[in-house]
């Protein structure tokens, strides 16, 4: 068996070290990686000058309000991340999960068209099987969740598919392909039932964009059919849609299970979209270091079971 390592190397070094180089990195201030590790910023500042001596590096440097790493320490700390998560899954594997005695705290991290319908029935599933495990969730979306699960400010995210910054470390778990539905309020619009195109393109439109755009992929459908729509204003959260719709004529077009849910929670009317919806992926996703935690695992399959039981809902709905 050839050895991987020099034992006498490393006793040079102290391994606690390594975790303080982690937690600089990942909060780029003493005082927050002191926070992180339950540790006074004084032990910070001085495993940080030890750090130094070590390496020969100056670790961090001032940028602004800002201590950004150095070249050298995001090199060391992009090969020393993976196997501290390693040592972090072997020690948690030979543990057993039993969410009934469990007292721990689980940060998720969805988008909030999901988050309203959601979160409820997960917390209904952790009253009842694992009451002393807490909840932490976050904001988050495919352009934002793979630097929430780097950063260790969540452990879970639901997201549509990222498709950009994946990278190995990163796990994700495709649940189902979502596609829109249209959602109003139909004493607003004078009629229920399916809208057809010309009164749907006669209606202003409310966009849900993050980014603050005021077109999406529906218009590039509208512009190969020849035809556009109004856009009324566009909104960066979903729980704003049913509040503006109760009170102006006017249409959204929400990803279905959250539009079917919405329309049951404030009385409004959904129904498909006239125009050939698109359509995406929706998965969880999770980093490296959480693969093989038992309390993970448990939580992971909590989550999907709960999203199937609220997919079949839209689709018992959908055919009644």
């Not at 926070?35 to 940028?63: C, F, H, K, Q, T």
């Not at 109003?184 to 009164?199: I, N, Q, S």
Request: hydrophobic share 45%; proline share 7%.
């Amino acid at each position: 068996m050839n050895d991987e390592f020099s034992e006498i190397e490393l006793r040079k070094l102290d391994l606690n070290l390594l975790l303080v180089l982690s937690a600089l990195i990942r909060e780029g201030s003493v005082s927050r990686a002191a926070s992180r590790l339950y540790l006074g910023p004084s032990a910070i500042s001085m495993a940080l000058g030890r750090l130094r001596d070590a390496l020969g590096d100056p670790i961090l440097v001032r940028a602004g309000r800002r201590m950004e790493p150095t070249t050298r320490a995001l090199q060391l700390w992009a090969e020393i991340e993976p196997a501290l998560g390693q040592i972090e899954r072997a020690v948690r594997g030979s543990r057993r999960f039993d969410p009934a005695t469990a007292e721990r705290i689980i940060r998720f991290a969805a988008p909030d068209d999901l988050e309203l319908v959601l979160v409820p029935r997960v917390l209904e599933r952790l009253d009842t099987m694992a009451p002393g495990v807490q909840l932490v969730v976050r904001p988050s979306d495919f352009r934002t969740l793979l630097g929430r699960l780097d950063d260790g400010d969540a452990d879970l995210a639901l997201s549509a598919t990222p498709t950009f910054g994946l990278a190995p470390r990163h796990r994700i778990q495709p649940l189902f392909r979502e596609t829109f539905s249209v959602l109003y309020d139909a004493a607003r619009l004078g009629r229920t039932g399916a809208l057809d195109l010309e009164t749907y393109l006669a209606t202003p439109h409310l966009l849900l964009s993050i980014a603050g755009d005021l077109r999406g992929p529906i218009d590039d459908r509208l512009a190969e059919m020849g035809r556009s729509r109004e856009v009324l204003a566009a909104l960066s959260h979903f729980p704003t849609l049913p509040f503006v719709l109760k009170r102006r004529r006017a249409i959204a077009n929400v990803p279905s299970v959250a539009a079917h849910h919405y329309a049951e929670a404030y009385g409004l009317e959904v129904g498909p979209t006239p125009v050939p919806s698109p359509d995406f992926e929706v998965a969880l996703a999770w980093h490296a270091r959480t693969d093989a935690d038992p309390a993970q695992i448990w939580f992971r399959e909590l989550v999907a079971s709960c999203v199937v039981e609220l997919r079949r809902g839209v689709a018992e709905a959908a055919t009644a």
